[in-house]
């Protein structure tokens, strides 16, 4: 048998599940997990949720677990390197002979459910969840660490009750299928709250922690919070027990940063640490590790081993490529994911903060469902240059219509813009351009960054 042809043709055949959309709704992930036993029924999930750093809130989580000697499954979207980088066993990613095994069975269930009028045909998305959680089962993981795709209440993974419910933080994305203020985003978001399960959130603007506090209530959840100190705490500070019965609330606060990555120090629930580095930069990095950390130490609370050495050694060694990524230097290129208005301003902030260059050549890509107006606000002013290209995805914005917007709306001269289709041609273009102390930054969306890194990975390393 040709395994990489069979697998190429699994690939082809979930891929080809796009053209089915985002139908929000659990009745047909549901009907395949029944006909398949009920996987996710014999495992354990923390559920995570947010606008932006979920991801690395899960990855950071996963690795914590996995150095305290746990198997844990990560399932993630959107893949950077590869499809099978979405679910993964302490770090493994799926392999190819698994993935056609999986594809194999549940293509007919696909088939017979698209058929009942009561359903329509599953999405991409939920095929995927479906895999998934079917190969987490199998493999008697002992925790799952398991990210939204899109929103939460009727999100393909909500069909999972959780040991415990993460909501990273909101703002506004998706509109067009979330709703378009703050509050309605926070209440689909929310809707992974289950009862009587806790929940962390390091969400801190008011109209979102209402949502949620109230989603809480509702449901008995215990709430906790984590939140960032008033001032940088080191050394004999960290004696100070920080538990607050009436908010049970993690504080942390950031101590160095250095272009390997960044230093923190935590107060948590029932435990303190301090001199924690994460191998990652920009500051909201720190707010997704305390938040994994606060995760961890509710985990313990639930029965699991968390010792500090675990949490020093899964923080040291998570990898989590694609933010912020520092690929080479003389020029630097750097690579992010961010892929929405919020997203693109830490990013911004972030950039002379881990990084000292001359010019910024921005390479830039984003989805065509995505408020490009604003991304290109917050991005624009730093560059020296842009090359607008395209991820190879139906979904991708056409560069141009990215070209005409930083021209006509925002005042942008042309005689700095270049336009690529071939994102291969536009990363060339922007080294090509670039000095030895100039910065060369692919950004826009984790499709784009994708793309891109498979072509340096493969013509320039």
Same mark, same amino acid.
């Given at each position: ?48 949720a947010g606008t932006n750093g ?29 499809? %099978? ?24 269930? &696909? ?43 009727l999100d393909a993974t909500n069909?999972?009750? +959780? ?34 399960? +806790? ?56 101590? %160095? ?94 950039? +002379? ?52 917007e930083a021209v006509h709306q ?32 692919? %950004?826009?969306?984790?499709?784009? &960054? ?12």
């Open positions: 048998m040709d395994h990489n042809k069979s697998y190429r043709e699994a690939l082809e055949w979930i891929h080809g599940l796009s053209r089915f959309g985002n139908k929000p709704g659990l009745e047909r992930v549901t009907a395949m997990l029944e006909e398949l036993g009920r996987p996710q029924d014999r495992l354990r999930f923390v559920h995570i979920k991801g690395s809130t899960a990855a950071m989580l996963a690795s914590i677990m996995r150095a305290a000697g746990y198997r844990i499954g990560l399932y993630t979207s959107p893949y950077l390197l590869s499809f %099978s980088n979405r679910m993964a066993i302490n770090g493994r990613d799926i392999g190819h002979e698994e993935l056609v095994g999986l594809v194999e069975e549940v293509r007919p269930l &696909v088939e017979r459910i698209s058929t009942d009028s009561r359903y329509g045909h599953p999405t991409e998305f939920e095929v995927v969840t479906v895999l998934a959680l079917t190969y987490f089962a199998r493999e008697k993981v002992d925790l799952v660490v398991l990210e939204v795709g899109l929103g939460g209440r069909v999972v009750t +959780p040991l415990l419910s993460v909501i990273t933080n909101v703002s506004l994305e998706h509109t067009e299928v979330l709703g378009d203020t703050v509050a309605q985003v926070a209440r689909e978001k929310a809707g992974i709250i289950k009862e009587e399960v +806790p929940v962390i959130t390091a969400a801190d603007d008011s109209e979102t922690l209402a949502v949620i506090e109230d989603r809480a209530a509702q449901l008995g959840s215990s709430l906790y919070y984590v939140k960032p100190l008033a001032e940088e705490v080191t050394g004999k500070d960290l004696s100070v027990p920080y538990l607050n019965p009436d908010t049970p609330s993690a504080g942390f606060s950031q101590v %160095s940063v250095n272009e390997k990555g960044q230093e923190f120090s935590y107060l948590g629930f029932t435990k303190n640490f301090g001199g924690l580095f994460i191998p990652l930069r920009g500051s909201y990095q720190v707010t997704n590790a305390a938040t994994a950390l606060a995760a961890a130490e509710l985990l313990v609370k639930q029965g699991y081993r968390v010792e500090e050495e675990s949490v020093r050694r899964g923080f040291a060694t998570v990898e989590w490529p694609g933010r912020l990524e520092l690929l080479q230097t003389e020029p630097m290129l750097v690579m992010d994911g961010a892929h929405n208005p919020a997203a693109v301003t830490n990013l911004a902030g972030a950039l +002379p903060e881990y990084f000292n260059y001359r010019r910024l050549i921005l390479v830039f890509g984003i989805m065509a469902d995505k408020d490009s107006r604003l991304m290109l606000e917050n991005i624009l002013p730093l560059a020296d240059k842009v090359i607008f290209t395209r991820a190879l995805i139906p979904r991708a914005e056409d560069p141009r219509a990215l070209a005409s925002l005042g942008w001269d042309p005689r700095y813009i270049e336009v690529f289709d071939d994102i291969g041609m536009a990363l060339e273009k922007g080294l090509e351009l670039a000095g030895n102390r100039d910065m060369v930054l692919v %950004s826009g969306s984790f499709y784009t &960054v994708s793309d891109a890194r498979a072509y340096w990975e493969k013509n320039m390393r």
